[in-house]
Structures are given as structure tokens and as C-alpha cells.
């Protein structure tokens, strides 16, 4: 894997550790107060990182997108700003409100940031009905 595909797979790697052990802690605490931060850790940060990491190591055009720096970082630093803000919301700090509801925001945004990378990619090409440059490297 090179560039955001071995980026976001390291990304995915840090959310499922953290998340396991806050699912961990969760369980052995029998205090589940923190599960909207588990399941989306899981889900929105290891699963979905995961698939953005497959998507750019078998699409090298998407990968070579001048955007992709930019789904990356906003996709990262708005879902780790994400996750800790709702830690500490669901804890009983309702100041960090503002931080969730813009780090929500950026997350959004990153999708759409993904799919004018994606989209044209996987659009078939004139010469045949295969993707463009799919590279199984
Ligand atoms: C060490 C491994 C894990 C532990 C100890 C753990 C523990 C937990 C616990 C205690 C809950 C709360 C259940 C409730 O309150 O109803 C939960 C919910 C959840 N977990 Fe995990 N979990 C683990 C791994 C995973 C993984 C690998 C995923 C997904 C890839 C995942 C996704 C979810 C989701 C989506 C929910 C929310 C379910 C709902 O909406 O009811 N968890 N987990
Ligand atoms: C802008 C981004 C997102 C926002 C603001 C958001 C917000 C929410 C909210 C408010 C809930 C209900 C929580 C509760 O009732 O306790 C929820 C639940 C859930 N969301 Fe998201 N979500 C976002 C993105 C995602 C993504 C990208 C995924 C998966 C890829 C996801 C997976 C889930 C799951 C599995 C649940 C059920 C578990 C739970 O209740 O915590 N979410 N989300």
C-alpha cells in the first residue's frame, strides 16, 4: 500500500484499538454510557477507513488525485475531533458541543470530498467496460 491507501489503513489500525478497548472497558465497567463512541469508532472510523484504504490501493488514478491529501487529513483530524469531543460529551461536558457539531460537519464534508474523487474513477472508460487503470499491485 502507498500514500492515503497506507494512511488510512494505519488510521483504520488506531481506531480499532482504541475502540476495542473502549468496548472492552465498557463491558468489564458494565457501563455502556460511552457506546455511541465504540460503535462509531468501529464502524464509521476502522470499517470505513479500512474500505477507503482497499479503495485507494486498487484505484492508483484515485490515489494519484491531488485531492486525496485533502480527504485524508479532513476525514481524520474532523472524525479523531469527533470521537473525542462525544467521549467527552456523553462524560458530562456539554462546552464541547460546538467541537462535535463542526467535526461532524468536516466529516460529512469528506465524503463528499471522496466521492468527486471516486465516482469518475470507477466510471467506465471508452475503450471498454472496465474501470479506469484498476491495478491489483
Ligand atoms: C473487543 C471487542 C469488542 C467489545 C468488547 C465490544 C463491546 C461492545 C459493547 C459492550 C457494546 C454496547 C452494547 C449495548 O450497550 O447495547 C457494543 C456495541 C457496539 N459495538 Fe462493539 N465491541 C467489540 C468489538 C466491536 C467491533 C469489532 C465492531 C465493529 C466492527 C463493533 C461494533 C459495535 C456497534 C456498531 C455497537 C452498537 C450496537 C447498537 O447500536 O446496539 N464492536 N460493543
Ligand atoms: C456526520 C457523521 C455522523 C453523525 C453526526 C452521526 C450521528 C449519529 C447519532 C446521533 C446516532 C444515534 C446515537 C444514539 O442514539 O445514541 C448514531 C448512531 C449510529 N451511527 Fe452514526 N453518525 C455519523 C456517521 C456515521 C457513519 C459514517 C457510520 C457508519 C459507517 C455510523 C454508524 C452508526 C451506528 C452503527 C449507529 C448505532 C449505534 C449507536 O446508537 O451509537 N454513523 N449516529
Do not use: C, K
Amino acid at each position: 500500500m502507498q500514500g492515503v491507501a497506507r494512511n488510512f489503513f494505519t488510521l483504520a489500525i488506531v481506531y480499532a484499538i482504541f475502540g476495542m478497548i473502549l468496548g472492552l472497558a465498557m463491558s468489564i465497567s458494565q457501563d455502556h454510557t460511552q457506546m455511541p463512541v465504540h460503535a462509531h469508532a468501529m464502524v464509521a472510523g476502522w470499517l470505513m477507513s479500512a474500505v477507503f484504504a482497499f479503495f485507494y490501493h486498487l484505484f492508483p488514478a484515485a490515489r494519484a488525485s491531488r485531492l486525496a491529501p485533502l480527504h485524508f487529513w479532513l476525514t481524520a483530524v474532523s472524525g479523531i475531533a469527533l470521537m473525542v469531543g462525544l467521549f467527552f460529551l456523553l462524560g458530562g461536558n456539554a462546552t464541547v458541543e460546538p467541537l462535535v457539531a463542526i467535526a461532524s460537519l468536516g466529516f460529512f464534508l469528506a465524503i463528499f470530498v471522496f466521492a468527486w474523487i471516486a465516482l469518475p474513477v470507477i466510471r467506465p472508460t471508452e475503450a471498454g467496460e472496465r474501470p479506469a487503470r484498476v491495478d491489483f499491485r
